[in-house]
């Protein structure tokens, strides 16, 4: 009887931050936990307050739905656990601004654009750089100009944050190193802010020329925007990177012009030669590709995985990206809807297309090669779906989150994409191989789409075709496909040496 009581009690204990978090998970989920340095309950919601909704991404083979699974048990237990702050159950990116600025406190200091206070001076009402009248935007602040000039931009959310990030930047530097408003930038200030991104983090603290010191505006990747410790940069920029900073920045000038908010754009007059600039030299080949023998290595790499969900679909996700040239964000929003057929011109038969849309909300048709529809009917099957593809319903994913008919992410395709790569170059590296595996330590998704187009431009296909594939604006782009005569190069000097 004493024995059953002390049960009884044991049944109804609720967690507690100091209990190991091998007393309530199950082993794989624990051990998964203690990896990544979090032994116990209490680490655990420190770990989830700290870094908010995607807590879990370096906490190894833990996906976002076991991660959900993990917050609702938690939140089962706020009674001994406490709550659990929103900011952990949901992305970032979702919430509204009101909520991103209550999860900082504002003040006049390196924050975020949403916690940023500008004294009332520095605000641009009264901007040197002003339009004289009433500007053709509801803007009475650089502040409100900027939010107007980014909701005038479509596309991807991928480019609706980049543009956020530079003026954010921007704004910032003018308030917090300049001290002055947007609005009253000179053609000296901007040529100040070039020569300050391409020194920010690659200059001796000793030859430092600016106020305020490197380390504040650096910070951590991937700290949350509600974090104190967030910083606008995480390391010194690239020259491209900088190069692209001030197209950006340049065309939001060009932008507040049109609309008659500034009188003029300082950067026309700023050139951009950098002032200091330590990168590598550039390849003069294109080296983020998978060779044709990298390509087909990986390709039988994949046939000695395990034969489950997560393989099938990298069955048909590789050959998938790597034969049609889609970016990241095409390859998550392809859906059943999106495919449709075409009868051949001679004889019988049909060819697959898939209807895509890139960047700039243009639409393109790309080919699916007969290969990779094989690919999908099996994918398809393994998903419990008709094989057919058109007999499933329009909004059907492409490729889908494991045990789920949601499309995949973007975060997780590019998580799971690369995990497949350091694995291929474990393998290598067993066998002996540390040179071929370093090539695909390196890979990252974006690899699929620059293979896809070098091995089409070596079999011969003509550039103009590869841009349309890939959806490029400009066949300079494209180009850098066609100048592959460098291994040509190679083999004629090895066979005369």
């Not at 507690?16 to 979090?38: E, T």
């Not at 770990?47 to 908010?52: D, F, N, S, T």
Request: hydrophobic fraction near 40%.
């Amino acid at each position: 009887m004493r024995a059953l009581d002390v049960i009884e009690r044991l049944l109804v204990t609720e967690p507690v931050p100091n209990d190991l978090v091998s007393a309530w998970f199950d082993k794989p989920v624990a051990d998964r936990l203690v990896l990544a340095d979090i032994p116990t309950i209490g680490a655990l919601l420190e770990r989830i307050r700290e870094r908010g909704y995607r807590w879990w991404v370096n906490v190894p083979k833990l996906g976002e739905k076991g991660a959900a699974r993990i917050v609702a048990w938690l939140r089962g237990y706020e009674s001994s656990l406490g709550p659990l702050p929103d900011h952990a159950l949901a992305p970032v990116r979702s919430q509204p601004a009101s909520l991103l600025a209550r999860l900082r406190s504002p003040e006049t200091a390196i924050v975020p654009i949403e916690a940023l206070v500008v004294p009332q001076a520095l605000t641009g009402e009264t901007g040197s750089n002003r339009h004289p009248g009433r500007p053709r935007i509801q803007a009475a602040n650089d502040h409100q100009a900027i939010e107007s000039w980014l909701a005038t931009k479509a596309g991807s959310p991928n480019t609706a944050r980049v543009y956020r990030k530079e003026a954010e930047r921007l704004l910032l530097w003018a308030v917090i190193e300049r001290g002055k408003a947007l609005s009253d930038l000179t053609v000296e200030d901007c040529a100040a802010y070039r020569d300050w991104l391409s020194m920010l983090g690659r200059t001796d603290p000793e030859q430092w020329p600016f106020r305020v010191a490197q380390a504040q505006w650096i910070g951590k990747r991937n700290t949350p925007r509600f974090s104190p410790a967030w910083r606008p940069f995480d390391g010194p920029l690239s020259a491209s990177s900088v190069r692209q900073a001030l197209t950006i920045v340049s065309s939001l000038f060009e932008w507040l012009v049109r609309v008659q908010y500034c009188a003029f754009n300082p950067w026309d007059a700023v050139g951009r030669k950098l002032a200091a600039s330590s990168d590598a030299p550039e390849d003069v080949e294109l080296t983020r590709v998978f060779s044709t023998g990298q390509w087909d290595y990986l390709m039988a790499f994949l046939d000695t995985l395990p034969a489950d969900d997560a393989t099938s679909r990298l069955r048909f996700v590789l050959p998938f990206a790597q034969s049609t040239g889609l970016r990241l964000s095409e390859l998550v929003d392809a859906s059943i809807g999106r495919l449709y057929t075409m009868p051949l011109k001679d004889g019988l038969g049909v060819r697959w297309m898939l209807k895509v849309l890139g960047k700039g909300g243009k639409w393109r048709a790309v080919p699916i090669p007969s290969r990779v529809m094989d690919r999908l009917r099996e994918y398809l099957a393994r998903r419990g779906l008709d094989p057919d593809p058109l007999a499933n319903p329009p909004q059907t994913p492409l490729i889908a989150r494991l045990g789920s008919p949601r499309p995949m992410t973007a975060s997780a395709l590019y998580k799971t994409l690369r995990s497949v790569f350091h694995q291929a170059a474990e393998s290598l590296a067993a066998d002996g191989k540390d040179q071929e595996a370093k090539a695909f330590r390196r890979a990252t998704v974006h690899w699929l789409r620059h293979t896809c187009g070098a091995h089409l431009a070596s079999s011969g296909v003509p550039v103009n075709l590869v841009q349309k594939l890939l959806g490029h604006a400009s066949l300079a782009t494209t180009s850098i496909y066609t100048e592959t005569d460098d291994e040509q190069l190679w083999s004629e000097v090895e066979s005369r040496v």
